[in-house]
């Protein structure tokens, strides 16, 4: 018998299927197992992918052993494999990479087994006189100790009598030792309470019965905030376990808070397995395995447990499915609703989209009939959605008010405040301020590699390049012009918490950003704090917009809307919008009615007009129309072929072999490019790497095109240049 395997290197040039004898294979390897092989001079890992009669190779090495008792890849992840490399050209080995824990590669983890120790069983009721000298008083203690607790681990004994005293005792035979796996289970403190029983509204009825439906098939849920879509995944997902079968919940990263879990946990208990970038490399390990081999049925986790290695799927379900942490943005790319689609059609099960503001492509598709339309049109108990007013902030620089508090976000914090509720400040942006401009002459300072403007950390004093992390000192005197005028940027959160003590000295003010969040369990503990009700104000950025149920908050405070609208990028305003959304609503979600403050400069642009009425169809509408005249998605796909090296020469001459071939198929498929260019990136250099690229639209036949594309790129990719094709990039730096 031969083996088909996949060797793990990542390389072009070994990305094909070897074939390795299975004859004089002492083990019954199958397809789905990793396994060590000869490769060249070296031995590698790899995965069997398959197992044939014959090669029409001869001479072939045999396999040297299989890496895990089990089999790690099953037929439906093969299946994904083929998907994946065909859609997203990415190589085999590293789309197999995204199926199983990192660290399995180079066995790197390993089951935890604790070593227990007991009294062998024809000792317990002698006599011990018998068996062990009055004087071996550290064997007697042991003997004594083991006799009344039954067993204890060996590490604990270790700490507590004498470990010659157990070595002896075991080697004699009176104690004896055993193996036993013990899980590592993420978030262990966090449990389920008794879970609530709660009754469905007619609405949420409505959903969960067409989700539970027979057949398969896309729906998309339009819930408000507030109207009670986790009941719904949850009653769902009960249904599914019912019938034998497993699920998969997706939810961005920094919306998975000790709430959900604690909610999934009391639901399901250990069927909930997590799987996301806090957990350690041991947790994470025994989750996957635990879903793999069935004991756990419930996959929780970020994008990357889309990849959960559960068979017999009877639901996947994406929460807040706009959220652009859904697609990936470092190689390998792929695009998560597709991934789940296809697992969906594979395992002939339904695929269940959710959110307060479905991004305008997947509510197109519903419009259009792809998917089915799901609505929770109010929030549970029939409470209101909190009412939101625009401030406009050059009003109130023309009237006097430099502060970055408008006059009426002071007077509702105020009075918020002295009826003892709470309060969320939010703030689109991380850092003190982002960056440092002359005043005099407009001179922004930026990474002498990158090319991108470095942002101030007020903490220590310094610029930062995001890019590659490059410090810098700040600047006293413009480099350029010599004034000493220089500005700051914008506020960021600390600033604003500096302010808000300045307002309310008495109340405890929390911020919760990338720099207060950097250690695992920040996150959870700044929650936690405010969940509690110490304190009064919860400052933040992004990462406080999300699926938080606080009850007692009843303002919300926008402090800079603007920021996220003039980015440079098609989606800025559905962006916004979303965000927008997201933050009101985590006003007033219990009985007390919510107040929304939003500060902009632009008070008339629809997007603002359209979020504070709740009018998400009507902000669909006017952003769908314009991407049908602009020709952006979902009327087209975006293409960005990126080529980055540090020759700049190099990178050019290759962009230029790619574009000229791209022209040709252009020119046969006219109807089908609504755009497309060569130009330099928006961030030319990256850790000293010149960036150009091509970008396109494509309007129609995409499936054919991006083959032809991918054709293209490789035929041009030579080696110390990368070339990277992304669809649909969230980000165009
Ligand atoms: P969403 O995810 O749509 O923003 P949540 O799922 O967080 O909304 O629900 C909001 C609140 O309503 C939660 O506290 C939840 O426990 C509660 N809830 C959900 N469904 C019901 C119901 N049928 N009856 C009573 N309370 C409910
Ligand atoms: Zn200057
Ligand atoms: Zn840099």
Known sequence: MVAEVIVDISNSEVDRIFDY?????????????????????????????????????????????????????????????????????????????????????????????????????????KDEMLFIRPSAKAQLDLYYHLLECGRDSVTELNKNFSAAALRNLVARGVVVLEEEEELRIPYSGINGDKAKEVTLTPAQSKVVNAVCSDGDGTFLLHGVTGSGKTEVYMRCISFVLQRGKTAVMLVPEISLTPQVLRSFRSRFGDNVALLHSGLSVGERFDEWRRLLDGRAKVAVGARSAIFAPLSNIGLIIIDEEHDSSYVSESNPRYITHEVAAFRAQFNRCKLLLGSATPSIESYYHAQKGDYKLLELPERVNKKQLPEMEIVNMCKEVYDGNNGVFSRLLVSELTECMARGEQAIIFINRRGYSSYMMCRSCGYVAKCEQCDVSLVYHKEENVLKCH???????????????????????????????????????DKKILRMDNDTTQNKNSHAAILGEFASGKASILVGTQMIAKGHDFPNVTLVGIVDADMSLHFADYRACERTFQLITQVAGRAGRDTKPGKVVLQTYSPNHYVYRFAAKNDYKGFYEKECNLREVTKYPPFSKIVRVLVSGESEELCSRTLKGIFDDITVLSRDNRGSFAYFAAMKSPVKRIQNKYRVQILMRIVSCFDKIIGNVYNIVDKHTVSKVSVFVEINPNNLS
């Open 467 to 505: 890019y590659c992390g490059n410090r810098y000192a700040v600047l006293d005197e413009c480099p350029q012009c010599h004034s000493s005028s220089i500005k700051r940027g914008f506020v960021g959160t600390q600033a604003i918490v500096e302010q808000l003590y300045k307002l309310f000295p």
């Open 21 to 125: 004898t299975l004859d004089g294979s002492p083990d019954d390897v199958r397809a789905g197992f990793r396994v060590l092989v000869p490769f060249g001079r070296q031995t590698v890992e790899g995965y069997v992918i398959g197992i044939k009669e014959k090669s029409e190779f001869s001479s072939l090495k045999p396999i040297i052993k299989k890496l895990d008792a089990y089999p790690v890849i099953t037929e439906e992840m093969l299946a994904l494999m083929n998907f994946m490399t065909k859609a997203y050209h990415l190589r085999k080995a590293d789309v197999l990479r995204l199926f199983i824990p990192a660290q399995m590669r180079g066995g790197r983890v390993k089951e935890l087994t604790v070593k227990y120790a007991s009294i062998a069983e024809e000792y317990r009721d």
